[in-house]
């Protein structure tokens, strides 16, 4: 076997002299423009810091549960949840995806009002 002779190879373009620099450039101008547009001249106003009276049910000794109302479907695991408030103030909490247990993959997602203790499908 011969030696491979750097001439007897094709010329490769090489990379423009300052290309990352321009194209982390362009990246972080574009970024900062999308957060600037993002930007509006409203002030938010902070939340109440009322503290709501809790129910019977949440007043109960330590190391206890109080059932509240079944999550209906499904049984599934590793699933994935987030606690949003509606334009009430209530909380809702959502069940997203998992999967069942049979390992099937779930694409539902359920909504859980903590205030009327109900489950929407």
């Known amino acids: 076997m011969s030696p491979v002779n750097d001439r007897s190879l094709p010329d490769r373009p090489r990379p423009e002299p300052g290309f990352p620099r321009r194209f982390v450039s362009l990246t972080t101008l574009t970024l900062h423009s999308v957060l600037l547009a993002s930007c509006s001249d409203t002030a938010t106003q902070p939340r109440s810091t009322e503290v709501p009276e809790l129910g019977a049910e949440l007043a109960v000794a330590s190391d206890s549960w109080v059932n509240r109302a079944n ?28 999967r069942t247990l049979a390992g099937g993959s779930l694409g539902k997602v359920q909504a859980y009002n903590v205030a009327t203790n109900t489950m929407d499908q």
Do not use: F
Request: glycine share 14%; no cysteine; net charge negative.
């Open 71 to 98: 999550m209906p479907g499904i049984e599934r695991v590793e699933l994935t949840t987030a606690v949003v408030p509606n334009a009430s103030g209530q909380s809702i909490l959502y069940a997203i995806g998992g």
